[in-house]
């Protein structure tokens, strides 16, 4: 047919064609993507955003393989890059589920991370730091879950509630038949809880129904672990959402994180301990060595000290705490 490419009957047929072929290339893509191929697609994502720079697919597909690839400056330079083009062809701004991304790309979510398959009950993200003591923690947590349908772990910010939870998820795999991971510190606004959660269980939303009804009843007969993260700020809608699907829901569990507790019916709450930390008696490096937070510190998952867990140390201790610390 290439004798036809100009004639004017071809001309839509050709259009369709063409969509069809792009949308087709961006679904390979996002598998290629479930398959951890981010690597590989970067120079081929680039070429194709040179002929396609407006395809806003192609740019969440370029900004998550970054991403993944370790370059999280350049996933926010290619949203920018995203944003001028837009506003400098159309006057428009990038769409809802691109400025998302921006701001969970922003946030290190833990949902960007890719996991391998090989596990197939299990859709959390995997970590890529070690995990760093608290056995006795896990031991705990993990029991807590398998007899209650709700655990909250509440904490101060930063001590490791969401990791912990995390890891306990895993650790828990053999007992659901899957697992899911509903982030809520991006969300603004308590309106957009049911359809995190939504996302986070593939619940797609059904037109002219509410949205919670359509979750709880796709949840009604799964066997799930639900990872409900990060519940402070939006706390009356997270609780009224938990017990709705825990009233509908009787196969489902769900492992809260919050500074503070959900307060609803049927709720353990588990107040997550902060790491021990040394006192200016313990600075030899034997000893400081002995201590998870220390190990946590020197490893260098952690960047920040809360400042009500600072220790008062004057400045000979500082010195010979460096020295010790840098020999651990
Ligand atoms: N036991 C641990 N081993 C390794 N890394 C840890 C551990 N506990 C916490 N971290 C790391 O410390 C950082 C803060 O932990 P986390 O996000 O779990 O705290 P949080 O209590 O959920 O904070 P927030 O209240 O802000 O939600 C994260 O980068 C996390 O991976
Ligand atoms: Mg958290």
């Known amino acids: 047919m290439a004798d036809f490419t100009y004639a004017e009957w071809a001309q839509a047929e ?11 290339t961006e679904e390979c893509i996002e598998a290629r993507l479930d398959l ?21 697919r192609l740019w969440a597909a370029r900004i998550l393989a970054l991403y993944r690839s370790g370059r999280q400056a350049d996933a926010l330079r290619a949203y920018q890059q995203l944003r001028e083009t837009l506003s400098e062809e159309l006057g428009i701004a990038p769409s809802p589920p691109l400025v998302a991304l921006e701001a969970s790309v922003l946030r290190q979510q833990a949902s960007l991370e890719w996991w391998p398959r090989t596990n197939s009950a299990s859709h959390l993200p995997v970590a890529r730091s070690t995990f760093v003591g608290r056995d006795e923690e896990l031991t ?9 349908g ?17 890891e306990v998820a895993h650790a828990l795999v053999g007992d659901y038949d899957d697992l899911r991971l509903a982030e809520l510190a991006a969300l603004s606004e308590p309106a957009l809880v049911v359809p995190e959660i939504s996302r986070a269980c593939d619940v797609r939303e059904e037109p002219n129904r509410a949205q919670l009804d359509t979750l709880v009843d796709a949840l009604r007969t799964r066997h799930l672990l639900l990872v409900l993260d990060n519940c402070e700020h939006l706390l009356d809608s997270a609780a009224g959402v938990a017990d709705s ?8 569990s769900i492992l809260a994180t ?19 930390v040394p006192g200016t008696d313990d600075l030899s490096p034997e000893t400081l060595s002995s201590f998870d937070s220390v190990r946590l510190f020197a490893a260098g998952h952690n960047h920040w000290v809360p400042r009500s867990r600072a220790i008062d140390f004057d400045r000979e201790d500082l010195v010979s705490c460096e020295r010790s610390l840098l020999t651990v």
């Open 14 to 24: 050709i259009a369709r064609l063409r969509e069809l072929y792009l949308v087709a």
């Open 36 to 56: 951890g191929q981010h690597h590989e697609l970067l120079s081929e994502l680039e070429a194709l955003l040179a002929g396609h720079p407006l395809r806003e």
């Open 140 to 148: 705990q947590l993990k029991r807590l879950v398998q007899e209650t």
């Open 150 to 166: 709700l655990v909250t772990v509440v904490g101060a910010g930063g001590v490791g509630k969401t990791r912990l939870a995390l």
């Open 245 to 252: 699907i825990l009233r509908g829901a009787p196969q489902v």
């Open 258 to 276: 919050s500074r503070q507790p959900l307060r609803i019916a049927g709720e353990r709450v588990w107040r997550a301990p902060s790491l021990p």
